[in-house]
């Protein structure tokens, strides 16, 4: 088992003990800023060396799963999980957007097994983000909310997360790899050590969440397990579709698969703040997290593994 995942494993046990471990806040802020622009860099570096106009059939194509994912979890939670309208929108859009988290963790996966991907990936983190809330949005409250459309738009455009993908994209793009050399001591060469931390923290934060499991029952369990493998199919045909290695369709479907905890939890408390935020957490942190992390992810590269061998794909 890859060390990084055993960190979270770490959190998970100690959470549930009910151990005084803690990051401090500011330990956690600075692990989530350093993960955040090393990620974009490297995806800049690369974006500088790909032709862009080439890269635009594939990044509408994003963007249309982007849209799509939450409408197909939608009917599932309002009508089998009997959820509320608000409810039901906020988890689907959790469900339709991306966690930087459980990207990172996928980037490290392969890295470890020398399988390559196309390293501009990061732009299609910084795309799935939006269109999810947009469509969560509305599926809860209508067309009729252009205030409030127009707060979430800020919220997320210009939230941390984003903010730092797109900055450090541009950084990467603009500097380019001899450029940002001189950086690598602190955000490249680190960054397995800065990821087994952060998923420390996201572990003991997964535990937190499990009470919340208890009081909701088995459908979160069950949507927070399926859902992900579903939608890490329609990643991963799209990716064999858009013709991306195996790697780069491996990692399409685990961001299909994987679940926001940052930029829509906050775009939805502006938007819709009658959701229960505890609901959608529990499913996102609490399940499909720490189920992407343990099995989601081997799973997605063994089911990209089967697709190519099959149709001859490189």
Same mark, same amino acid.
Do not use: C
């Given at each position: #088992?890859?060390?990084?995942?055993?960190?979270?494993?770490?959190?998970?046990?100690?959470?549930?003990?009910?151990?005084?471990?803690?990051?401090?806040?500011?330990?956690?802020?600075?692990?989530? !800023?350093?993960? %955040?622009?090393?990620?974009?860099?490297?995806?800049? !570096?690369?974006? /500088?060396?790909?032709?862009?106009?080439?890269?635009?059939?594939?990044?509408?194509?994003?963007?249309? #799963?982007?849209?799509?994912?939450?409408?197909?979890?939608?009917?599932?939670?309002?009508?089998? *999980?009997?959820?509320?309208?608000?409810? /039901? +929108?906020?988890?689907?859009?959790?469900?339709?957007?991306?966690?930087?988290? &459980?990207?990172?963790?996928?980037?490290?996966?392969?890295?470890?097994?020398?399988?390559?991907?196309?390293?501009?990936?990061?732009?299609?983190?910084?795309?799935?983000? !939006?269109?999810?809330?947009?469509?969560?949005?509305?599926?809860?409250?209508?067309?009729?909310? *252009?205030?409030?459309?127009?707060?979430?738009?800020?919220?997320?455009?210009?939230?941390?997360?984003?903010?730092?993908?797109? *900055?450090?994209?541009?950084?990467?793009?603009?500097?380019?790899?001899?450029?940002?050399?001189?950086?690598?001591?602190?955000?490249?060469?680190?960054?397995?050590?800065?990821? +087994? %931390?952060?998923?420390?923290? #996201?572990?003991?934060? &997964?535990?937190?969440?499990?009470? &919340?499991?208890?009081?909701?029952?088995?459908?979160?369990?069950?949507?927070?397990?399926? &859902?992900?493998? %579903?939608?890490?199919?329609?990643?991963? *045909?799209?990716?064999?579709?858009?013709?991306?290695?195996?790697?780069?369709?491996?990692?399409?479907?685990?961001?299909?698969? @994987?679940? @926001?905890? !940052?930029?829509?939890? +906050?775009?939805?408390?502006?938007?819709?703040?009658?959701?229960?935020?505890?609901? @959608?957490?529990?499913?996102?942190?609490?399940?499909?997290?720490?189920?992407?992390?343990?099995?989601?992810?081997?799973?997605?590269?063994?089911?990209?593994?089967?697709?190519?061998?099959?149709?001859?794909?490189?």
């Amino acid at each position: #088992m890859d060390p990084v995942v055993l960190f979270f494993l770490l959190g998970v046990i100690a959470g549930v003990l009910r151990s005084e471990l803690r990051l401090p806040v500011q330990v956690y802020e600075l692990l989530s !800023i350093l993960l %955040l622009l090393a990620i974009g860099m490297k995806g800049g !570096i690369e974006l /500088a060396r790909q032709p862009f106009l080439e890269l635009v059939p594939q990044m509408v194509a994003v963007i249309a #799963m982007g849209f799509i994912l939450p409408l197909l979890s939608f009917p599932v939670l309002l009508s089998i *999980g009997r959820l509320p309208r608000a409810d /039901a +929108a906020s988890i689907a859009a959790h469900y339709g957007s991306v966690s930087v988290g &459980t990207f990172a963790v996928v980037v490290a996966y392969l890295g470890s097994r020398e399988i390559d991907f196309e390293a501009y990936m990061p732009l299609f983190v910084v795309l799935l983000e !939006i269109p999810a809330i947009l469509v969560g949005i509305v599926l809860a409250k209508g067309l009729a909310s *252009g205030a409030k459309l127009r707060d979430s738009a800020h919220e997320v455009l210009l939230g941390k997360s984003i903010v730092l993908l797109v *900055g450090g994209l541009l950084i990467g793009w603009i500097a380019g790899e001899e450029g940002l050399a001189k950086l690598a001591p602190l955000f490249f060469d680190p960054f397995q050590g800065l990821l +087994a %931390l952060f998923l420390l923290e #996201m572990g003991l934060v &997964t535990a937190s969440q499990i009470g &919340t499991l208890r009081r909701y029952g088995f459908f979160l369990l069950a949507f927070g397990v399926l &859902t992900p493998v %579903l939608s890490a199919l329609v990643g991963l *045909g799209l990716g064999w579709a858009l013709g991306l290695s195996m790697g780069g369709a491996v990692v399409l479907a685990t961001l299909a698969a @994987s679940a @926001s905890y !940052i930029a829509v939890p +906050a775009a939805m408390r502006i938007s819709v703040p009658e959701a229960n935020p505890a609901l @959608s957490l529990a499913a996102s942190l609490g399940v499909t997290f720490p189920f992407n992390v343990l099995f989601g992810i081997p799973l997605y590269h063994w089911f990209a593994g089967q697709l190519y061998a099959l149709t001859g794909a490189a």
